[in-house]
């Protein structure tokens, strides 16, 4: 690996996030602080000392009530519940740092692309330049329901939305405003030339925005364009949009297929496929020695929530598990294209290195798997990240917590100074915006991007 390896510590503005039941552990203070704007504020502190390159705040839009057809089991534990907007924190902890870059999470479902446009300019404004969106079509059955439909619609038929999403907030961030319009002329008593707003004119097949977009340029323009879909589908929309992407799968090298198949279909939109730049989950259980580690890891498997961990799965995958806990254990846990999202049950069964039968997918989907987990002492941590990098060719990782935020405290005082002197983790911030610190190519989009496109056409080679 030539540069350093790029660390997103991944968040939520929730009580629990991906910790099941671990809020039962005497160290944890999220469950009850993170509705305090000063667990944040510390949050944002400890993060830039410790040099992560973002935050990545994920989000969804209703609770998950796929596993056993009720809300309970997610409630019960505070599974992703309650969550509270992210989008009013991130100001907050940007105004306590410099350089540490902020990922939010926005529904192109749910979310109208003239509403994320103007979020996103304004973030950008007041982060300087360090804000990225996670695109996201929204896997839950009640975010629909609480958007007014009766159903979700249909997974595939989300992402022609979303297209058409994003093709409206890349008019509105790319074409509408020329550089130069704000004036500030005393002379001639203008202070934005209207010559250089434009309306954009949107008609389309879901959005109709005639515009111009209320904000006025940010660093950025375009915020950085993350997203995280594996299904054929997904994967399309990948290609063509994103700058950082997520691949979630149990092996190094079913990682390293979702890696080489983007950065193909991206080359086929006539983007250059280095120019992405991919992340995978990682989960650290880490200590002075390895008896501690292992104590540690003991201690959460007691009191992790088999409930919640298959409250998420089931939502995420539309798979009511409850189901297959009723069917014989030893038959094969199948893959079925669900209108949820594709990736957790690819997990268990087309990506999984070997077929499951039911009883081992309910256990896996249910446990705190020690392959799921990377156990050890700091040494054999830093080994182990360095490897799944090396062997899966992911640029950096969205790292989970269990503990927090000593998990996070534990992290940085024990993993990052190996990674640091081992050339696999920066010892100092670059300067610049979130995209001139991931891509050293300035702060706009590159310009074989497709938003290029909608930018005036003496600018189409900015960036
Ligand atoms: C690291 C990661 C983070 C994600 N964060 C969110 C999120 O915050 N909100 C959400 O609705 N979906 C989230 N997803 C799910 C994706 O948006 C998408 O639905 C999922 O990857 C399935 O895509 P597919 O159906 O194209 O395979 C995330 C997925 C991954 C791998």
């Given at each position: 690996?030539?540069?350093?390896?790029?660390?997103?510590?991944?968040?939520?503005a929730?009580?629990m996030?991906?910790?099941h039941?671990?809020?039962?552990?005497p160290?944890?203070?999220r469950?009850?602080?993170?509705?305090?704007?000063?667990?944040?504020?510390?949050?944002?502190?400890?993060?830039?000392?410790?040099?992560?390159?973002?935050?990545f705040?994920?989000?969804?839009?209703?609770?998950?009530?796929?596993?056993?057809?009720?809300?309970?089991?997610?409630?019960?534990?505070?599974?992703q519940?309650?969550?509270?907007?992210?989008?009013?924190?991130?100001?907050?902890?940007?105004?306590?740092?410099?350089?540490?870059?902020?990922v939010?999470?926005?529904?192109?479902?749910?979310?109208?692309?003239?509403?994320i446009?103007?979020?996103f300019?304004?973030?950008?404004?007041l982060?300087?330049?360090?804000?990225?969106?996670?695109?996201?079509?929204?896997?839950?059955?009640?975010?629909?329901?609480?958007?007014?439909l009766e159903r979700?619609?249909a997974?595939?038929?989300r992402?022609?939305?979303?297209?058409?999403?994003l093709?409206?907030?890349?008019k509105?961030w790319?074409?509408s405003?020329?550089?130069g319009?704000?004036?500030?002329?005393?002379?001639?008593?203008?202070?934005?030339?209207?010559?250089k707003?434009?309306?954009?004119?949107?008609?389309?097949?879901?959005?109709?925005v005639?515009?111009?977009?209320?904000?006025?340029p940010?660093?950025?323009?375009?915020?950085?364009?993350y997203?995280?879909?594996?299904?054929?589908?997904?994967?399309?929309?990948?290609?063509?949009?994103?700058?950082?992407v997520?691949?979630?799968?149990?092996?190094?090298?079913?990682?390293?297929?979702?890696?080489q198949?983007?950065?193909?279909?991206?080359?086929?939109y006539?983007?250059d496929?280095?120019?992405?730049?991919f992340?995978?989950?990682?989960?650290?259980?880490?200590?002075?020695?390895?008896?501690?580690?292992?104590?540690?890891?003991?201690?959460l498997?007691?009191?992790?929530?088999?409930?919640?961990?298959?409250?998420?799965?089931?939502?995420?995958s539309g798979?009511?598990?409850?189901e297959?806990?009723?069917?014989?254990?030893?038959?094969?846990f199948?893959?079925?294209?669900?209108?949820?999202?594709?990736?957790?049950?690819a997990?268990?069964?087309?990506?999984?290195?070997?077929?499951?039968?039911?009883?081992?997918?309910?256990?896996?989907a249910?446990?705190?798997?020690?392959e799921?987990?990377i156990i050890?002492?700091?040494i054999?941590?830093?080994?182990?990240?360095?490897?799944?990098?090396?062997?899966?060719?992911?640029?950096?990782?969205?790292?989970?917590h269990l503990?927090?935020?000593?998990?996070l405290?534990?992290f940085?005082e024990y993993?990052?100074?190996?990674?640091q002197r081992?050339g696999?983790?920066?010892?100092?911030?670059?300067?610049?915006?979130?995209r001139?610190?991931l891509?050293?190519?300035g702060?706009?989009?590159?310009?074989?991007?497709?938003?290029?496109?909608?930018r005036?056409?003496?600018?189409?080679?900015?960036g």
């Open positions: 690996m030539d540069q350093p390896l790029l660390f997103n510590a991944f968040e939520m929730s009580a996030h991906n910790a039941g671990l809020w039962k552990h160290d944890s203070e469950h009850r602080r993170y509705k305090e704007l000063h667990y944040w504020i510390e949050m944002a502190k400890r993060l830039e000392a410790g040099l992560f390159d973002a935050v705040f994920a989000d969804v839009l209703g609770v998950y009530d796929t596993y056993r057809q009720s809300k309970d089991p997610s409630i019960r534990d505070g599974m519940f309650p969550l509270n907007d992210a989008s009013l924190i991130i100001p907050v902890m940007a105004s306590v740092t410099t350089h540490l870059s902020f939010l999470t926005a529904s192109t479902t749910y979310e109208h692309p003239f509403h446009a103007r979020r300019s304004t973030l950008d404004h982060t300087n330049g360090r804000i990225a969106w996670n695109i996201v079509t929204s896997y839950l059955p009640n975010a629909a329901k609480n958007f007014g979700m619609i997974h595939d038929q992402y022609e939305i979303a297209d058409e999403c093709e409206v907030t890349y509105l790319e074409g405003w020329e550089e319009a704000f004036l500030e002329d005393r002379e001639t008593g203008v202070l934005i030339d209207p010559g707003i434009h309306p954009i004119n949107h008609h389309g097949a879901f959005f109709s005639e515009g111009p977009h209320l904000c006025e940010s660093p950025q323009r375009t915020p950085v364009l997203q995280a879909g594996s299904s054929e589908r997904g994967r399309a929309f990948a290609a063509k949009h994103a700058e950082c997520f691949v979630g799968a149990p092996s190094p090298e079913r990682l390293s297929f979702y890696i198949d983007i950065r193909q279909r991206a080359e086929r006539g983007r496929p280095q120019q992405l730049k992340f995978t989950f990682l989960t650290v259980i880490v200590a002075k020695t390895t008896e501690q580690a292992e104590a540690k890891y003991e201690q498997r007691r009191l992790w929530s088999t409930d919640a961990a298959k409250a998420q799965f089931s939502g995420a798979y009511d598990l409850a297959y806990e009723a069917k014989p254990a030893d038959e094969p199948l893959f079925r294209a669900t209108d949820h999202g594709h990736y957790k049950a997990s268990l069964t087309k990506d999984a290195t070997k077929p499951l039968t039911i009883g081992e997918a309910l256990q896996k249910g446990t705190l798997t020690r799921s987990v050890g002492n700091p054999q941590v830093a080994d182990a990240i360095e490897e799944r990098a090396r062997r899966s060719g992911v640029d950096g990782f969205n790292l989970t503990i927090t935020p000593k998990d405290d534990d940085i993993v990052v100074p190996i990674l081992r696999l983790y920066k010892t100092a911030y670059t300067p610049g915006t979130m001139e610190k891509f050293g190519n702060p706009r989009l590159a310009h074989d991007h497709p938003a290029a496109a909608f005036p056409i003496g600018s189409r080679t900015d």
